[in-house]
């Protein structure tokens, strides 16, 4: 079998790097052992312009937040499945010093800020005695039922190997790549952590591990607002429960929920919400993230025919769809990579 690419992995990173290959009528394969903890599949999907304690706006917010929802809503209609859930983000205030300084910054006229509050807005459901903000271009995507859906139309159009990749069977010549029967003119890397990867295990990664609860509440909180301060509380409509997160952790990278995570984030949502709240399970995943907080998205410094597309953090959901764009832009078109991507900036780290 011959084909354009090698795809190895299938989670938020492989999907946006197929769907922009099939605009320009790509052969492809992906390869995807289906792991169950991966970060894609237990991840709440929560897109949201406007982060951090100082609430600034995330970084080129206003270049990926109108193309994700565009692209999300493109893959729906292709799919025919639901799975953008756009929703309006409610940030409460900390303090009156809080609502001060916010009121008191040139962002208060941020194209993503719907309306701000000076009093108590959500007083029956949470803690906001000083007012918030609510923003818009924000939401959540369920990223289990996408890849679920995704899959499902790979499978149909015999573009799927279910089957974890042997780097030992990956033979790299001049111009093709040869994995057992098949024979590709590239491969690209969408496959989470790199430290088993020997193409590009050089690159300084950080891979962070999360864990998100899932609960129920005594009554329903606005299904149309996602509450943000501290915590995320979403809820799918598809499902019965709040999923609250998330933690983070660099040391301990494995898939086993923790009572010191569970700790963390009860003694955030008790200082957000006014309700009694019940857990019903505690989930944990590991993002795959590089050390300068920046998608880790190119090609190998000697093997011409090899690309990473990777890294992508905590913000997959947003930064996948609009980096796919430029990464496959880059390759087909050769037009440049972003400089804070594009992994060239890490070449000097690499011996062959």
């Known amino acids: 079998m011959q084909i354009d690419y090698i795809i190895v992995g299938h989670g938020l990173a492989s999907v946006a790097v197929v769907e922009h290959l099939k605009k320009y009528n790509k052969s492809f394969l992906v390869f995807s052992d289906e792991n169950p903890n991966s970060s894609s599949k237990v ?21 990926l937040f109108p193309y994700l929802e565009q692209f999300y809503t493109k893959l729906e209609n292709s799919l025919q499945a639901k799975f953008l859930h756009k929703r309006t983000i409610y940030r409460p205030f ?20 719907t309306a701000t509050y000076t009093k108590p807005n959500f007083q029956a459901y949470i803690k906001d005695q000083f007012g918030g903000i609510l923003l818009n271009n924000s939401g959540f995507l369920d990223v289990k039922e996408m890849l679920e859906h995704h899959k499902n139309r790979l499978v149909l159009d015999r573009q799927f190997i279910n089957e974890r990749i042997d780097f030992n069977l990956i033979e790299v010549q001049k111009e093709k790549i040869k994995y057992k029967k098949i024979e590709s003119k590239n491969i690209i ?9 020997p193409f590009f295990n050089w690159l300084p990664t950080a891979p962070v591990k999360g864990e998100i609860l899932h609960i129920k509440t005594e009554k329903p909180l606005p299904e149309e607002i996602i509450f943000n301060r501290g915590v995320f509380l979403v809820k799918n409509p598809q499902q019965d429960f709040y999923r609250v997160g998330a ?38 995943g590991i993002r795959p993230a590089s050390k300068d907080r920046r998608p880790l ?4 410094p000697e093997l011409k025919n090899v690309f990473i597309f990777n890294g992508l953090g905590t913000k997959g959901v947003s930064l996948a769809p609009f980096f796919a764009n430029e990464f496959v832009e880059s390759i087909i078109n050769s037009k440049k990579l972003n400089d804070e991507v594009n992994i060239n900036r890490y070449y000097p780290l690499y011996s062959s």
Request: net charge negative; glycine share 4%.
């Open 297 to 300: 998205i190119g090609n190998h």
């Open 43 to 63: 991840a709440a999907g929560l897109y949201n312009p406007v982060t951090g304690r100082k609430m600034k706006q995330t970084w080129k917010a206003a270049e």
């Open 94 to 113: 900390l303090s009156l010093e809080d609502q001060n300084d916010w009121m008191s910054r040139t962002e208060t006229n941020d194209v993503f800020v």
């Open 247 to 284: 933690t983070y952790e660099w040391k301990k990278l494995d898939y086993e929920p923790t009572t010191k995570a569970r700790k963390q984030l009860t003694d955030k949502l008790d200082d957000l919400l006014k309700l009694e709240y019940e857990i019903i399970e505690q989930v944990a």
């Open 189 to 197: 890397f969408c496959d989470g952590p790199l430290s088993q990867n």
